[in-house]
């Protein structure tokens, strides 16, 4: 999910000094990531030109604000009031009502536009997310505590009364530690699940707890300061991003196979789960 | 809270030479007539007075000997690599930097293939050179990261201590900056690990200190700011009394580039 973020992102910004005057801010935020801001903006600025021109606009139309924090995020959105914000879906679903925002686009990753998170234990250690009440629970997905308990465990657990967390901003690092009995658990995200093989772990792992399917945020818009078709083009330039030759090329970097418009219903049941938590 | 830069891995990413990304032609030298006439013996006789002190006509006359060369004892050195890395460090020309560096890398390349024993120099050189080649390529440098890490990986089995612990200084500098698993190899444990001991091991490189400063800012834990001042104060303090020659304009922006992301929590300058 957050490499998407990142994906998504860099897609979409820039920071350069040659902006087209006026340029469109895009609020990027990236709760959780390993991120430089400098580096993440000059990452983007890359990703944004091909974009403007799939998209036909003025080079430069773009400027990003990214952030990886959860707050600075909150109050970007409050301060700028975007057109367009790339935001986690923990993120999303706070502040939608806030500033009437919509999905607009989804990554296409594997094949999914969904993911799920695992809760992680040494094999044979645990047999169930009840048995880790009380224990230590790592990951950098802990970043966002009231998305993982009211989407990724749906309201069952409350993360910060049921474990003692141990928030990371490295996944490895939560990782080592468990293989080395210092966590009890750790919760990844899907892409980090699928990246446990190329970890040389002593211990073997298992999971005790896998999410339902959680659909993969990309772009959002407020919905009162943009127009439908505003948020058609956005959603055509990303679209073509990933066909066109230069734009393939990031792509297949960050493993992102497409860019979807998305239908809003997808993210209903989140919706749903997280107002039920409030 | 503070974060490593994983995209100034550009600046240290490397891909195989031979490969799609690097520039095949040299970059052509103007003074070329009127470089002194000199052997390949007698380039290797003074190779040790050939760095980053060494005017830059004097190491381009250098170089076009070794382009002309087929003393295989020569050209099995790190030599030429190393040339060419002094060169592309200092040119200013971006397009004419990379071809420097690409040139480097061809030239470790031939070394290895007939494998000298300055292997593990060779390595080294190598692995610098690409990292310049391709710095402004991010594609095609994620795209070999594998490689950057083996060949750092090797000079530092053969050679650790090689340029004031550069082995240890590039390795950490490439875990601290490439992509974070399970996107890349990013390891900002590794880089601690490594960068910590090309501080006490090499304490008289100001970019050991500098990136070690990094690596300890990209824990997010003002616990250690403590440390990052120290450590980036030590190393600008080294920088402004060492006598660096052509590097230091380039080393001096690096360490600029990190006090302004410190901002508030910078030293005061040396």
Not at chain 2, 68 to 77: F, K
Request: proline content about 4%.
């Amino acid at each position: 999910m957050r490499k998407t973020c990142l994906i998504i992102a860099s897609l979409l910004a820039s920071i350069t000094a040659n902006a087209a005057p006026n340029p469109e801010m895009i609020v990027v935020c990236y709760p959780g990531g390993l991120v430089n801001v400098k580096d993440a903006n000059e990452a983007m600025s890359s990703m944004l030109r091909v974009v403007e021109r799939v998209g036909q606009w003025q080079q430069n139309s773009f400027i990003s604000l990214f952030t990886a924090k959860s707050d600075e995020c909150r109050q970007r959105m409050a301060e700028k009031h975007p057109k367009f914000a790339i935001t986690s879906l923990g993120l999303y679903l706070e502040l939608r009502s806030q500033h009437n925002l919509v999905p607009v686009v989804q990554p296409k990753i594997k094949g999914l536009t969904k993911e799920r998170y695992r809760v992680m234990v040494q094999k044979g250690k645990y047999k169930s997310l009840d048995e880790l009440k009380g224990k230590s629970l790592g990951g950098t997905v802990l970043e966002e505590q009231s998305y993982i308990g009211k989407i990724v465990f749906a309201g069952k657990y409350d993360p910060a009364s049921f474990f003692v967390l141990k928030k990371s901003n490295q996944a490895i690092r939560a990782l080592r530690a468990l293989d080395k009995g210092e966590l009890d658990a750790v919760i990844l995200s899907e892409q980090q699940f699928g990246g446990l093989g190329s970890l040389h772990l002593e211990k073997p792992l298992e999971a005790v707890f896998t999410s339902e399917e959680i659909p993969l945020m990309g772009v959002v818009a407020n919905s009162t300061i943009t127009t439908a078709e505003e948020r058609a083009r956005f959603s055509k330039a990303l679209e073509g991003m990933c066909a066109d030759t230069e734009g393939k090329k990031l792509c297949e970097l960050f493993g992102v196979e497409a860019f979807a418009a998305v239908d809003p219903a997808v993210f209903e049941p989140m919706i749903k789960l997280w107002d039920k938590g409030s | 809270m503070r974060h490593t830069r994983f995209f100034a891995a550009v600046s240290m990413l490397a891909f195989v030479t031979g490969c799609a990304g690097l520039q095949s032609d040299h970059v052509r030298f103007d003074r070329h007539s009127d470089c002194p006439k000199q052997t390949a013996d007698e380039i290797s006789a003074k190779q040790s007075l050939l760095g980053p002190l060494s005017d830059t006509h004097t190491l381009e006359c250098a170089l076009t000997v070794l382009r002309d060369s087929q003393d295989i004892a020569l050209l099995r050195t790190s030599l030429g690599s190393r040339l060419c890395l002094h060169l592309a460090e200092r040119e200013t020309n971006p397009e004419k930097r990379e071809k420097l560096a690409a040139e480097g890398v061809e030239l470790a390349e031939t070394a290895l293939t007939h494998k000298g024993d300055e292997e593990g120099a060779v390595h080294y050189y190598l692995a610098a050179n690409l990292g310049l080649a391709v710095r402004e390529h991010i594609t095609v440098a994620m795209k070999n990261l594998g490689r950057l890490e083996s060949e750092m990986k090797q000079a530092l089995a053969l050679t650790p201590d090689i340029d004031d612990g550069g082995p240890m200084r590039l390795l950490g500098a490439l875990y601290l900056k490439a992509p974070a698993w399970p996107n890349g190899i990013g390891d900002l444990d590794k880089a601690l690990e490594l960068l910590e001991k090309a501080v006490k091991e090499h304490p008289g490189h100001p970019l050991n200190h500098l990136f070690y400063a990094q690596a300890l800012w990209g824990e997010g834990d003002e616990a250690v700011l403590t440390q990052v001042k120290a450590e980036f104060a030590l190393g600008e303090k080294l920088l402004a009394e060492g006598n660096w020659g052509h590097n230091k304009a380039a080393w001096k922006k690096e360490f600029d580039e990190f006090r302004q992301e410190l901002g508030d929590a910078a030293p005061a300058y040396p």
